[in-house]
């Protein structure tokens, strides 16, 4: 069996929450990451921006679940320019050559519901992809419980 678990970024720092807990913090921005068995990862942010406010990584619950109607359509170019926004309103001073790198950056993490377009990946574990995601998000790693 694999890992579980939510754990929501307030800005600061990682706190272990289910995603039907999350409250806004401060009504600044947030994001937070739910893992499912190792195999895929919700990341949901707010403000969305341009995006819908959620992306996965891993696989799209559409495809893990082989069920359309586990999740809506994804559109990665639109949650990469979302997380993009996001990751902006966080920082002073953004162009907009730097919203474009950081959207090309984050695009390589972002599952497809086409599960042939799905990228190689060193590790069989979702946690691995998504440390590299926040990462290029400039986000430090959370660390599930052992």
């Known amino acids: 069996m694999g890992f579980f678990g939510g754990f929501l ?20 921005p947030w994001l937070h ?3 499912h068995d190792s195999d895929f990862a919700a990341v949901t942010y707010r403000p969305a921006g341009p995006g819908t406010g959620v992306a996965f990584l891993g696989f799209t619950p559409r495809v893990y679940f082989e069920n359309p109607a586990a999740s809506p359509p994804t559109d990665v170019h639109r949650e990469a320019a979302g997380l ?11 162009t907009g050559a730097d919203l474009a790198a950081k959207a ?6 972002l599952a497809k519901d086409d599960e042939d377009d799905e990228p ?10 998504t440390d590299r995601f926040l990462t290029a998000l400039g986000l430090p790693p959370f660390q599930p419980p052992a």
């Open 9 to 28: 970024f307030d800005g600061q720092t990682w706190t272990e929450v289910d995603i039907d807990d999350v409250v806004a913090p401060g009504g600044g």
């Open 33 to 35: 990451v739910d893992i």
């Open 84 to 94: 993009a926004a996001w990751w902006a309103a966080r920082r002073d001073a953004v």
């Open 104 to 109: 090309a950056a984050v695009l390589l993490y």
């Open 120 to 129: 190689a990946d060193d590790s069989p574990f979702v946690e691995d992809k």
